[in-house]
């Protein structure tokens, strides 16, 4: 159980495309879902915290015109990173939580972005 | 303001020995304590959580941790390694208002641990 996946696993764009990437969580509703950056070798970057149907509740320092998130459903958000350049080449990680007294949260696989 | 402390950076063990990786936290009010592992290029897996109770907590893969308030660690443990535990470590802790709803983690900057045959 608590399975959460995302699309793609990896993907390679032209510097000024955007790039859209998924997070579901399979078995389960998830109240709120996070996304997190990760840099080579480095700990989570925890960019911003999403609520199903409300806006997303951003770190300070992640402009939030640059990291689009949607929290459309109780299963799936997104986050769109627009008009991308090379510095924003990572790994990004999406987890979910069901809330609630346990308010685990549950990791995706991640997705690498390489912008050229 | 929490944070979480990972004194190690790196650790390497042989294959068969026990294994004990350090975390520190800062934190006002009783914690809610996680450890998490990443294989290279993967998400993180939960390995054991603790959030009330005994403080000796049971995981998956044979790994357990022990909350100590007097020392504000939650070191975790295994008794005998295997090369396939070879992976980063992060320790988490659950941020002010955690219980409450709002269930941000703070964490540590990772251990990475390395095993030899």
């Known amino acids: ?116 | 303001a929490q944070s979480v402390t990972q004194p190690d950076i790196h650790i390497t063990v042989s294959e068969g020995a026990s294994l004990e990786l350090r975390c520190n936290y800062s934190y006002g009010a009783t914690p809610y304590l996680f450890w998490y592992v990443q294989s290279p290029g993967q998400g993180l897996q939960l390995l054991l959580k603790y959030f009330s109770g005994d403080t000796l907590v049971q995981g998956i893969k044979g790994f357990e941790a022990e909350f100590k308030r007097s020392q504000s660690s939650f070191n975790l443990r295994k008794p005998s390694v295997h090369w396939s535990d070879a992976a980063e470590y992060f320790c988490a802790v659950g941020a002010e208002g955690f219980s409450g709803g709002y269930n941000k983690l703070i964490f540590g900057a990772g251990t990475r641990l390395a095993v030899h045959p």
């Not at chain 1, 608590?2 to 699309?7: F, G, I, L, N």
């Not at chain 1, 990896?10 to 790039?19: A, E, L």
């Not at chain 1, 700990?43 to 951003?58: C, F, I, Q, V």
């Open chain 1, 1 to 116: 159980g608590a399975v959460v996946s995302q699309h793609p696993s990896r993907v390679i764009c032209k510097s000024g495309t955007s790039v859209k990437i998924e997070c579901r969580s399979l078995d389960f509703q998830a109240t709120t879902m996070f996304w997190y950056r990760q840099f080579p070798k480095q700990s989570l970057m925890l960019m911003a915290t999403s609520n199903e149907g409300s806006k997303a509740t951003y770190e300070q320092g992640v402009e939030k015109d640059k990291f689009l998130i949607n929290h459309a459903s109780l299963t799936l958000s997104t986050l769109t990173v627009t008009s991308a350049h090379p510095e924003d080449s990572s790994f990004y990680i999406c987890s979910a939580s069901i809330g609630g007294a346990s308010n685990t949260q549950y990791f995706g696989p991640g997705t690498r972005l390489t912008v050229l």
